[in-house]
């Protein structure tokens, strides 16, 4: 049974990964056109240590991701929101989103998908959901003019 659960849980995770990076990143790439991120990974190591640039880096490094010209604003908002790159993390960033107000495709479908198939982690995406709706509207930061800004006084921004 032990083995089951476990299959279905990376199932449910590839089915994710998926769905975001080879389905909704490109249509939404076409659609939306978005800016691309205006530095390079060896750029951002010459920020100075603490500030979002530099923070980014480290947390592309640690988790062992690439930098993704048109995907580095939702790594942003994983170091701000402190939310892990976990499936569930994933969901709870994006009931954050809801929370906060801003209501968009990914963020609708991500929390449908957590919602639909991580019945074990509703509790925290309730928490993410009410902890958005209490922060500071960020859906209009300025994402990529930030990046000289020290993490910690941006978080503390959020939570105000």
């Known amino acids: 049974m032990a083995k089951l659960h476990a299959t279905l849980i990376g199932l449910r995770s590839r089915l994710l990964v998926f769905l975001t990076h080879n389905m909704a990143l490109p249509v939404l790439r076409f659609i939306r056109k978005p800016k691309v991120f205006p530095y390079s990974g060896d750029e951002l190591k010459h920020f100075q240590k603490g500030t979002l640039g530099n923070d980014l880096i480290n947390f592309l490094e640690t988790n062992?991701?690439?930098?993704?010209?048109?995907?580095?604003?939702?790594?942003?908002?994983?170091?701000?929101?402190?939310?892990?790159?976990?499936?569930?993390g994933e969901v709870c960033l994006q009931c954050f989103m809801l929370?906060?107000?801003?209501?968009?495709?990914?963020?609708?479908?991500t929390v449908l998908y957590g919602l639909v198939t991580m019945p074990e982690h509703w509790k925290k995406?309730?928490?993410?959901?009410?902890?958005?709706?209490?922060?500071?509207?960020i859906a209009n930061w300025k994402?990529?003019?930030?990046?000289h800004e020290p993490t910690a006084t941006l978080i503390k921004k959020i939570t105000q």
Do not use: C, M
């Not at 908002?77 to 790159?85: D, N, S």
């Not at 929370?99 to 479908?109: D, I, K, R, T």
């Not at 995406?125 to 509207?137: C, D, E, L, Q, V």
């Open 99 to 109: 929370g906060n107000g801003h209501l968009s495709f990914p963020v609708a479908a």
């Open 125 to 137: 995406f309730r928490t993410a959901y009410k902890r958005g709706k209490n922060s500071s509207p």
């Open 64 to 88: 062992k991701l690439q930098l993704l010209p048109h995907y580095a604003k939702h790594d942003i908002k994983h170091i701000l929101l402190q939310y892990e790159t976990t499936d569930d």
């Open 143 to 147: 994402w990529f003019e930030i990046l």
